[in-house]
């Protein structure tokens, strides 16, 4: 044989070998998904939106809101401003049982709110129809979102055994989106970027005049501040 045919016999084998490779895309036996993301992307976390509520309650014998539902209320507002979306609706009964206590306990609230960090243009009025409720309650109430782990296929329902295919298994990586579920402190993150406060305009110029000055733009540290560099590593 010659090299002539030698060549062109390795050069089909070369060539068989690449279509042979090529085909197991073509032929259906890598996921489709394999082409469109990672595998952290086949196990994503969702997100749910929720409601959370809160009836204030009034006893038509009192004049004021009773200390055991204003500790409620504290609470309920201390969790808004940690992980509520939206506006803070206070909802008064459209028949309440005393009118006046009604209207004081709803200006008691927006107080209260205020002092615990809310701004009024976030709170918002409202009424409902007590259709025929035994009690009256003030309602407060606020949206909020909640992280939703995957649901992870059991490994007992999985043949690690099976090495036909190369491809992944469907429960790789739903164990670390399982735990990033949990740790999300503010799941409406996963939904896009929050908005960016409006930048120190004033500091922005003083750094640009010290620049411009050839001057350092560090902070400079005093002598009150513990923070010190290392020298255990030389």
């Known amino acids: 044989m010659s090299k002539k045919h030698l060549f062109i016999g390795a050069a089909l084998c070369g060539a068989l070998m690449i279509a042979g490779c090529q085909s197991n895309g073509s032929s ?18 969702g997100v749910t939106q929720h409601t959370e509520y809160l009836e204030v309650q009034m006893d038509v014998r009192d004049t004021q809101l009773r200390v055991e539902e204003l500790m409620k209320v504290r609470g309920f507002l201390d969790t808004y401003t940690d992980v509520g979306h939206g506006p803070l609706v206070i909802s008064m009964p459209h028949n309440a049982d005393n009118p006046q206590l009604a209207v004081g306990a709803v200006a008691e609230l927006r107080q209260l709110a205020w002092e615990a960090g809310v701004g009024y243009e976030k709170l918002l009025g409202a009424s409902y129809d007590t259709d025929g409720r035994a009690t009256t309650p003030i309602i407060m109430a606020f949206k909020t979102y909640k992280a939703v782990a995957p649901k992870c296929t059991s ?9 036909v295919s190369n491809s992944d298994l469907p429960s790789l990586g739903c164990a670390v989106r399982t735990n990033m579920a949990a740790m999300i402190a503010e799941p409406s993150d996963l939904l896009g970027g929050r908005d960016l406060d409006e930048g120190d305009l004033d500091r922005r110029s003083r750094q640009l005049e010290l620049w411009r000055a050839g ?8 002598d009150a501040e513990s923070a010190v560099v290392s020298t255990a590593v030389n």
């Open 155 to 163: 490994l007992a329902q999985l043949d690690v055994t099976n090495a």
């Open 215 to 222: 001057e350092s733009s560090a902070s400079v540290r005093t």
């Open 28 to 45: 259906g036996n890598v996921p489709a998904e394999y082409y469109t993301g990672t595998t952290l992307d086949r196990n994503a976390i």
